[in-house]
């Protein structure tokens, strides 16, 4: 059962029988508490990769986020378990501050993609968007003084040259998440997290998936079903668009029910 996040009394019950799922999209920071478990869906006949998410940002911005070596090596250890191309790594949003200038993004993600070389085929970033809610919460960060990269074209140009030389250097395939801009310097293609293409390759099915309409004009995801729900996730990073009230997410997360046929009840 999902509820709708702008109406809470319209709910909808989704099908997840076997039979009525073609493919499972994780997406996660930490995929320990589900790894163990794994098996009991190959056993059931799903099929899934997941999208992970390995930023390295400092505390102030990923107040509860696992440290980022711990990251890496859960990621490595579920490649190992499922497969490099089910494993796909985001290094998203590319936030641009006074923490976080272009040089440290550059080296995070250097860093990053030297680790998890021949663990993954894929890297997918976006640049950070300001909805007013996360804005909010930024600018409660007195050092932070984020700054829109989208409108800086030398920056823009700068990490998304050396996120391209590096992510091939590690035999990485780059891909962009939702991207209005197009500069027609970069090689950077634009990407779906819900991939039309990738599932049916990894799961050789032909589903004939079109692009979800109720997405931005950018997503270029296919058609699916989102079973996730706002203020759930308490890993507490400061620009998260689906958390925007940690105290709310903490009570969330410690009132949930297992039982519950709803994630959030």
């Known amino acids: ?20 799922v073609d493919v499972i999209v994780f997406w996660t920071r930490n995929s320990a508490p589900l790894q ?5 869906l190959d056993d059931m006949g799903y099929h899934y990769y997941f999208q992970y998410t390995i930023t390295g940002y400092p505390r ?17 250890q579920l490649s190992q378990q499922i497969g490099r191309e089910k494993v796909i790594w985001r290094y998203d949003p590319v936030l641009l501050c006074d923490l976080l200038p272009v040089g440290e993004h550059i080296r995070l993600f250097s860093k990053i993609a030297g680790l998890l070389a021949g663990y993954t085929e894929r890297v997918v970033i976006s640049f950070a968007d300001f909805y007013k809610k996360t804005e909010r919460n930024l600018l409660r960060i007195s050092e932070l003084n984020s700054r829109d990269i989208m409108q800086n074209e030398a920056d823009y140009l700068r990490v998304s040259e050396a996120f391209m030389m590096i992510a091939a ?15 027609p310097e970069q090689d950077i293609p634009h990407g779906a997290c819900i991939d039309a293409a990738l599932i049916e390759k990894l799961f050789h099915l032909n589903l004939s998936l079109k692009k979800d309409k ?35 997410a903490v009570r969330n997360y410690k009132q ?8 959030q009840s």
Request: aromatic share 8%; hydrophobic share 30%; proline share 5%.
């Open 36 to 40: 163990s478990d794994l098996k009991l």
């Open 60 to 76: 102030t911005l990923e107040t509860a986020t696992l440290h980022p070596l711990k990251a890496i090596d859960h990621f490595i």
């Open 214 to 248: 109720n997405q931005r004009a950018e997503c270029l995801c296919a058609h699916s079903v989102d079973i996730g729900a706002y203020n759930t996730c308490v890993h507490g990073c400061q620009y998260c668009y689906a958390t925007y009230n940690h105290q709310q």
């Open 1 to 20: 059962m999902t509820r709708n996040p702008f109406n809470y009394h319209q709910t909808r019950q989704i099908s997840l029988r076997p039979e009525d």
């Open 169 to 183: 250097a590690n035999g990485m395939e780059i891909r962009t998440c939702s991207e209005k801009a197009v500069i």
């Open 256 to 263: 949930h029910d297992p039982a519950s046929p709803f994630l």
